[in-house]
């Protein structure tokens, strides 16, 4: 299909299909920029005692006179103890380095695994797919970064010189130590000044890999629903389902509504249907709620059935968010619950069980276990 017709943001799923297969943003000029940057910072810090301490372990050397007949245990020493003191100086600056290159990895892609990228793969060196990609959008953007690097090295390298004018003319009248220090400084600052150029328009490379990989993302709408409907299913199955459902929440409320001691509503919106049974419940149960057509449902049964219906409004929407069908009321809305079971009760010429008459009957449940 068309990219035009690719109007839908990708879904999760898509996402992490493509992030299983390696199909993510990611700028390797970023991580080249940054790593030229953090190199050269390095050097610019510890510079000096590098500087040094190669100067004085080349001294060293060079000033060892070695036996007129070195054996292999001597050579074997003298090479160990050049190379522990060459890692002593040189470990500090590869271990930033690493952590920097580990750093701007994971900030890009984070944590992946991805065994089937080593693989043979023959579509890599098909010419007809590899000449495709030759006029892609991709390597279009990648010349004109491209490009764009000459041109920031040269501008960045010539602007730097250009306000080093006097004191490159000046340096015939200087030592040859203060020349070879002021040449390393200078290279070192306009370096840095073009890694930081240089990372600024990898940034910019990233923000396009970024939008690419989103526009590459892009689902047409009959993929968005084929998507959902092997994720979720079959709409019409699921639908059936659901009408199953509803017929078995009918069928229930159908038995369990005329068994209810009262419906409260209000007066239409919501209908709850409770049971008490004093002596044999610690609280009222909801046996049935429901909003809108099911709450006419509940009231149309609790009519047909003689259940009185009582309008409580405040209590009925208090009921219907707090309680659910199968579990006793809330513990705050005892009282509220207990004043319609008492209203319900006088209509029907009933009283509500005293303290003594509950006490009775937990005395003989007790005996008859």
């Given at each position: 299909?068309?990219?035009?017709?690719?109007?839908?943001?990708?879904?999760?799923?898509?996402?992490?299909?493509?992030?299983?297969?390696?199909?993510?943003?990611?700028?390797?000029?970023?991580?080249?920029?940054?790593?030229?940057?953090?190199?050269?910072?390095?050097?610019?810090?510890?510079?000096?005692?590098?500087?040094?301490?190669?100067?004085?372990?080349?001294?060293?050397?060079?000033?060892?006179?070695?036996?007129?007949?070195?054996?292999?245990?001597?050579?074997?020493?003298?090479?160990?103890?050049?190379?522990?003191?060459?890692?002593?100086?040189?470990?500090?600056?590869?271990?930033?380095?690493?952590?920097?290159?580990?750093?701007?990895?994971?900030?890009?892609?984070?944590?992946?695994?991805?065994?089937?990228?080593?693989?043979?793969?023959?579509?890599?060196?098909?010419?007809?797919?590899?000449?495709?990609?030759?006029?892609?959008?991709?390597?279009?953007?990648?010349?004109?970064?491209?490009?764009?690097?000459?041109?920031?090295?040269?501008?960045?390298?010539?602007?730097?010189?250009?306000?080093?004018?006097?004191?490159?003319?000046?340096?015939?009248?200087?030592?040859?130590?203060?020349?070879?220090?002021?040449?390393?400084?200078?290279?070192?600052?306009?370096?840095?000044?073009?890694?930081?150029?240089?990372?600024?328009?990898?940034?910019?490379?990233?923000?396009?890999?970024?939008?690419?990989?989103?526009?590459?993302?892009?689902?047409?709408?009959?993929?968005?629903?084929?998507?959902?409907?092997?994720?979720?299913?079959?709409?019409?199955?699921?639908?059936?389902?659901?009408?199953?459902?509803?017929?078995?929440?009918?069928?229930?409320?159908?038995?369990?509504?005329?068994?209810?001691?009262?419906?409260?509503?209000?007066?239409?919106?919501?209908?709850?249907?409770?049971?008490?049974?004093?002596?044999?419940?610690?609280?009222?149960?909801?046996?049935?709620?429901?909003?809108?057509?099911?709450?006419?449902?509940?009231?149309?049964?609790?009519?047909?059935?003689?259940?009185?219906?009582?309008?409580?409004?405040?209590?009925?929407?208090?009921?219907?968010?707090?309680?659910?069908?199968?579990?006793?009321?809330?513990?705050?809305?005892?009282?509220?619950v207990a004043e319609v079971l008492r209203y319900v009760y006088e209509l029907q010429g009933k009283q509500l069980p005293t303290m003594a008459d509950l006490e009775q009957a937990d005395k003989e449940r007790g005996r008859a276990a």
């Open positions: 299909m068309a990219d035009q017709d690719k109007t839908e943001e990708a879904t999760q799923h898509r996402r992490d299909q493509a992030r299983e297969k390696g199909q993510i943003p990611k700028s390797q000029d970023l991580v080249s920029a940054v790593m030229l940057a953090v190199a050269l910072g390095s050097l610019m810090y510890l510079g000096r005692d590098l500087v040094d301490y190669l100067g004085q372990f080349t001294r060293d050397e060079l000033g060892t006179v070695p036996p007129l007949n070195p054996s292999q245990m001597w050579a074997t020493n003298h090479s160990a103890t050049a190379i522990y003191r060459l890692s002593l100086i040189m470990l500090p600056l590869l271990g930033v380095l690493f952590v920097a290159a580990v750093a701007i990895n994971m900030m890009q892609s984070g944590v992946m695994f991805l065994p089937e990228k080593i693989g043979f793969d023959l579509s890599r060196v098909n010419p007809a797919s590899g000449f495709s990609r030759l006029f892609s959008l991709t390597n279009l953007m990648k010349l004109i970064f491209g490009i764009g690097k000459v041109l920031i090295v040269s501008v960045v390298a010539g602007v730097t010189i250009w306000f080093e004018m006097d004191k490159i003319l000046g340096l015939s009248a200087m030592s040859t130590i203060e020349v070879a220090k002021y040449l390393l400084e200078t290279s070192l600052w306009t370096s840095m000044k073009i890694a930081i150029a240089l990372v600024i328009l990898a940034i910019l490379d990233y923000g396009y890999q970024v939008w690419k990989a989103e526009q590459d993302l892009m689902m047409t709408k009959e993929e968005v629903r084929e998507e959902i409907k092997n994720m979720q299913g079959d709409p019409q199955v699921i639908a059936r389902r659901r009408q199953v459902a509803r017929q078995l929440a009918m069928s229930r409320m159908a038995n369990d509504v005329p068994n209810a001691d009262v419906v409260v509503t209000n007066p239409t919106e919501l209908a709850i249907a409770l049971k008490y049974d004093p002596f044999e419940m610690s609280a009222p149960v909801v046996v049935a709620k429901g909003a809108g057509s099911v709450a006419q449902r509940i009231r149309r049964l609790a009519l047909e059935n003689n259940i009185p219906v009582v309008e409580r409004k405040e209590l009925a929407r208090s009921l219907y968010q707090e309680a659910e069908i199968g579990q006793p009321v809330p513990a705050e809305r005892y009282a509220a």
